[in-house]
């Protein structure tokens, strides 16, 4: 009587245990298909991210550049004053 028992319960385990792998098997190719947009949508990130890191290394040699004309013209600005006194 004991065994009718346990083997009841481990059957209905059993069948319980099926339907969740059944579910599970018949979703995917929808997990499949998500899957496939998420590697894509990685592979767009890292092109991105690749470019700004390019955009960055230009900004900052233009920043660079910036500051070099900058500290140009602070030198050239007190020569053009000091010539226009004198004249």
Known sequence: MIWWVVGAIVL???VLLGLAARTV???MPELK???SRLERRAE???ALQSSVEALQE???G???QAETVRAGMAT???EQ???RRRT
């Open 33 to 35: 298909r998500a899957m």
């Open 44 to 46: 767009q990130a890292q």
């Open 25 to 27: 098997l018949l979703r």
């Open 76 to 78: 050239v600005r007190p």
């Open 81 to 83: 004053q000091d010539h």
């Open 12 to 14: 209905c385990g059993l």
């Open 58 to 60: 230009r900004m900052m």
């Open 62 to 64: 233009l920043q660079q």
